[in-house]
């Protein structure tokens, strides 16, 4: 039976020139729209043959570039994006032959009418094929952020390695730009063998390995001018118990809980006399109370030279400010300072990546040259002394010097002044209309439980905290403090939860410790997980709109019947009470609550905003930077 290729959704978006979003419109719109055959709820696959005639009937189809099709007809024959993209690269390296004799004509073809590029330049546009199908498996530093970590280690004509290469884009992009050899590793053998054939079909210089790092060092007695990393986060079983004797270890055997101080030392073993490391990091190695010891002891003896905080947006992978720790081996007496430089504050002053980037690399590269980062902007010279107390605590924003903040303490005033009048101007216009008076005796209620016997609602949780599970390093935890403060999820790092659940947009989260019945309804979908000891309802639209539920679940009459009557802080979400109404009504009691949420929103932000008015006027005057007008 002939397999037939298989596309995504993003597949069809490219195909059609459009965005995923129109694909999902398409989806529901167009009951001939073919059906998934494979894949996932979440990620569908489509049969290609089937989505392209449907393009083609509907009008929607523009043209398909070569390689598209190629590496479609391709997964159709060998279903494994890696082990197909490793067939391609040992065909154009000469290694041998593709083993499906059309493809390979097909494959020959591609690469001649691509000219100049040849066998590297279409092994390139295939992996980026390849990039987009393995999924959550490949874990990529974006490019410019890449090319800056390489050009901080200051690799230049000189060797470097990659402990965690990945399909070696690093090791890719450092040896195009001029380094002698390149040497990587990288637990997974298939990604290994395609960062490997990466650099043989493009004719560059390096070596790699598969293997574990930690555990199996495949160059053991190798030292490097550079060492740059993007490793692996939040791994707890990285080989603590028996690498405990390591000579790796020169500031301290990394506890179990501390894997990224691991890698940190990993890297530091492998560098040259004067050579430098430049590792990207979660934000939690750089507070965590169980690696300050370790801290302590790279900054004493002048191991870790700089913390960079990078906008979200840098690594948008990630739901956390990732950070860029730079160490370099001493040739002389340590430093007494270390730099620590904020460029998730940078990136909010300009949209501009390009300039975040090209700026955090100056200062960063001064302050190595000379000592001084000549941009106190954003990055400021801390004395190690400083940094010495009972936390080690390396986050860059943590240490900003008194007044940084208010170096153009007009601008921003007069932004928060436009902002304010621009609020003040609409929160009238967004008080909501109040209900009309009803006559009628009230409608029967049903309680929570009835509602997920009936379909009408699923309960997720509570998480018990029982010690076990991993640590949550990727993506932001939402914690029953952060739902009790309406804040921003803010576990991580150091939360250590059994299971992974997504927070979905229309999710209700409710405590199950806590004063009185707190709930809140998810907005942002995707952005963090579940943390411990929480409830989370999720309503069937259809049948149960969200808002209605989350109005009347924090009413009095539901605080008294979900407390308990023995603590009066346990919450027990399954007894609350809602009214028992058509669709069509709760979509009306949602619209109100929803209304009224949106105008509390409103409000919270114009007290916010007249709060920082205040303060930015009091430091003004104090410090001189503002003067009285004659107006006031």
Same mark, same amino acid.
């Not at 490391?277 to 790279?298: E, F, H, K, N």
């Not at 370099?328 to 390009?354: F, I, Y």
């Given at each position: 039976?002939?397999?037939?290729?298989?596309?995504?959704?993003?597949?069809?978006?490219?195909?059609?020139?459009?965005?995923?979003?129109?694909?999902?419109?398409?989806?529901?719109?167009?009951?001939?729209?073919?059906?998934?055959?494979?894949?996932?709820?979440?990620?569908?696959?489509?049969?290609?043959?089937?989505?392209?005639?449907?393009?083609?009937?509907?009008?929607?189809?523009?043209?398909?570039?070569?390689?598209?099709?190629?590496?479609?007809?391709?997964?159709?024959?060998?279903?494994?994006?890696?082990?197909?993209?490793?067939?391609?690269?040992?065909?154009?390296?000469?290694?041998?032959?593709?083993?499906?004799?059309?493809?390979?004509?097909?494959?020959?073809?591609?690469?001649?009418?691509?000219?100049?590029?040849?066998?590297?330049?279409?092994?390139?546009?295939?992996?980026?094929?390849?990039?987009?199908?393995?999924?959550?498996?490949?874990?990529?530093?974006?490019?410019?952020?890449?090319?800056?970590?390489?050009?901080?280690?200051?690799?230049?004509?000189?060797?470097?390695?990659?402990?965690?290469?990945?399909?070696?884009?690093?090791?890719?992009?450092?040896?195009?730009?001029?380094?002698?050899?390149?040497?990587?590793?990288?637990?997974?053998?298939?990604?290994?063998?395609?960062?490997?054939?990466?650099?043989?079909?493009?004719?560059?210089?390096?070596?790699?390995?598969?293997?574990?790092?930690?555990?199996?060092?495949?160059?053991?007695?190798?030292?490097?001018?550079?060492?740059?990393?993007?490793?692996?986060?939040?791994?707890?079983?990285?080989?603590?118990?028996?690498?405990?004797?390591?000579?790796?270890?020169?500031?301290?055997?990394?506890?179990?809980? *501390?894997?990224? /101080? $691991?890698?940190?030392? =990993? #890297?530091? @073993?492998?560098?040259?006399?004067?050579?430098? %490391?430049?590792? !990207?990091?979660?934000?939690?190695?750089?507070?965590?109370?169980?690696?300050?010891?370790?801290?302590?002891?790279?900054?004493?003896?002048?191991?870790?030279?700089?913390?960079?905080?990078?906008?979200?947006?840098?690594?948008?992978?990630?739901?956390?400010?990732?950070?860029?720790?730079?160490?370099?081996?001493?040739?002389?007496?340590?430093?007494?300072?270390?730099?620590?430089?904020?460029?998730?504050?940078?990136?909010?002053?300009?949209?501009?990546?390009?300039?975040?980037?090209?700026?955090?690399?100056?200062?960063?590269?001064?302050?190595?040259?000379?000592?001084?980062?000549?941009?106190?902007?954003?990055?400021?010279?801390?004395?190690?002394?400083?940094?010495?107390?009972? *936390?080690?605590? /390396? $986050?860059?924003?943590? =240490? #900003?010097? @008194?007044?940084?903040?208010?170096?153009?303490? %007009?601008?921003? !005033?007069?932004?928060?002044?436009?902002?304010?009048?621009?609020?003040?101007?609409?929160?009238?216009?967004?008080?909501?209309?109040?209900?009309?008076?009803?006559?009628?005796?009230?409608?029967?209620?049903?309680?929570?439980?009835?509602?997920?016997?009936?379909?009408?609602?699923?309960?997720?949780?509570?998480?018990?905290?029982?010690?076990?599970?991993?640590?949550?390093?990727?993506?932001?935890?939402?914690?029953?403090?952060?739902?009790?403060?309406?804040?921003?999820?803010?576990?991580?790092?150091?939360?250590?939860?059994?299971?992974?659940?997504?927070?979905?947009?229309?999710?209700?989260?409710?405590?199950?410790?806590?004063?009185?019945?707190?709930?809140?309804?998810?907005? *942002?979908?995707?952005? $963090?997980?579940?943390?411990?000891?929480?409830?989370?309802?999720?309503?069937?639209?259809?049948?149960?709109?969200?808002?209605?539920?989350?109005?009347?679940?924090?009413?009095?009459?539901?605080?008294?019947?979900?407390?308990?009557?023995?603590?009066?802080?346990?919450?027990?979400?399954?007894?609350?009470?809602?009214?028992?109404?058509?669709?069509?009504?709760?979509?009306?009691?949602?619209?109100?609550?929803?209304?009224?949420?949106?105008?509390?929103?409103?409000?919270?932000?114009?007290?916010?905003?007249?709060?920082?008015?205040?303060?930015?006027?009091?430091?003004?005057?104090?410090?001189?930077?503002?003067?009285?007008?004659?107006?006031?």
């Amino acid at each position: 039976m002939r397999r037939t290729a298989r596309v995504t959704a993003a597949d069809i978006a490219r195909i059609a020139g459009v965005g995923r979003a129109a694909v999902s419109n398409w989806r529901k719109r167009y009951e001939t729209f073919p059906a998934p055959v494979g894949g996932t709820a979440t990620s569908p696959q489509f049969d290609l043959e089937q989505v392209e005639r449907w393009l083609v009937e509907n009008e929607k189809l523009h043209a398909v570039p070569e390689e598209d099709l190629f590496w479609r007809n391709l997964l159709a024959a060998e279903s494994d994006p890696a082990e197909a993209l490793a067939l391609v690269g040992e065909h154009l390296s000469g290694k041998r032959p593709l083993p499906f004799p059309t493809l390979r004509l097909d494959l020959d073809a591609l690469a001649e009418r691509l000219g100049k590029g040849g066998p590297g330049g279409v092994f390139q546009q295939l992996w980026r094929r390849f990039a987009e199908q393995a999924g959550p498996r490949l874990v990529l530093t974006p490019e410019p952020l890449a090319a800056t970590m390489i050009n901080l280690a200051a690799v230049n004509g000189g060797t470097i390695l990659d402990p965690a290469c990945g399909t070696g884009q690093v090791l890719h992009t450092a040896a195009r730009g001029g380094a002698a050899q390149v040497y990587g590793q990288d637990i997974d053998a298939a990604l290994a063998r395609l960062a490997q054939l990466s650099l043989t079909v493009n004719e560059l210089p390096g070596e790699i390995r598969a293997g574990d790092s930690l555990r199996h060092d495949s160059f053991p007695e190798l030292t490097v001018d550079a060492v740059v990393a993007h490793p692996p986060f939040g791994l707890t079983n990285w080989g603590q118990e028996e690498l405990g004797a390591d000579h790796r270890w020169e500031f301290g055997v990394p506890p179990r809980t *501390e894997p990224e /101080l $691991a890698w940190v030392q =990993h #890297a530091y @073993a492998h560098l040259k006399p004067g050579g430098r %490391a430049v590792l !990207l990091m979660p934000p939690s190695a750089a507070g965590r109370r169980a690696g300050r010891r370790i801290r302590a002891d790279l900054l004493r003896r002048g191991a870790l030279r700089a913390v960079v905080a990078l906008p979200l947006r840098l690594t948008p992978s990630y739901a956390v400010n990732l950070q860029l720790w730079i160490l370099q081996r001493p040739t002389q007496t340590p430093a007494p300072n270390v730099l620590l430089a904020d460029a998730a504050a940078l990136g909010a002053e300009t949209s501009d990546d390009k300039e975040v980037l090209d700026r955090l690399e100056a200062a960063v590269s001064r302050f190595l040259k000379t000592g001084d980062p000549a941009d106190p902007s954003f990055a400021y010279v801390v004395p190690i002394i400083d940094l010495l107390d009972e *936390e080690v605590d /390396l $986050a860059p924003a943590r =240490h #900003a010097p @008194a007044g940084t903040a208010d170096v153009d303490i %007009a601008r921003e !005033l007069q932004a928060v002044h436009k902002m304010l009048a621009d609020l003040g101007t609409a929160l009238p216009r967004r008080l909501p209309v109040l209900p009309s008076v009803a006559e009628a005796a009230s409608p029967p209620t049903i309680s929570v439980t009835d509602l997920v016997r009936s379909g009408a609602l699923e309960i997720l949780g509570p998480i018990r905290d029982t010690g076990e599970g991993d640590f949550v390093t990727d993506v932001p935890v939402l914690t029953a403090k952060d739902v009790v403060l309406d804040r921003n999820a803010s576990g991580g790092g150091d939360e250590r939860i059994l299971q992974r659940i997504p927070l979905r947009d229309g999710d209700i989260v409710v405590p199950l410790v806590a004063r009185q019945m707190v709930a809140r309804m998810i907005t *942002e979908p995707g952005a $963090a997980v579940l943390g411990r000891n929480l409830y989370l309802l999720r309503p069937n639209p259809d049948v149960l709109d969200p808002w209605f539920l989350l109005g009347h679940l924090r009413t009095g009459a539901n605080e008294r019947l979900t407390g308990s009557s023995s603590s009066g802080l346990r919450i027990d979400a399954r007894k609350a009470q809602v009214p028992r109404i058509p669709i069509a009504e709760q979509r009306r009691h949602g619209t109100i609550f929803r209304g009224l949420h949106d105008f509390n929103d409103l409000a919270q932000q114009v007290a916010s905003l007249a709060a920082d008015m205040a303060r930015l006027t009091a430091e003004g005057l104090t410090s001189g930077r503002l003067r009285p007008t004659e107006e006031e």
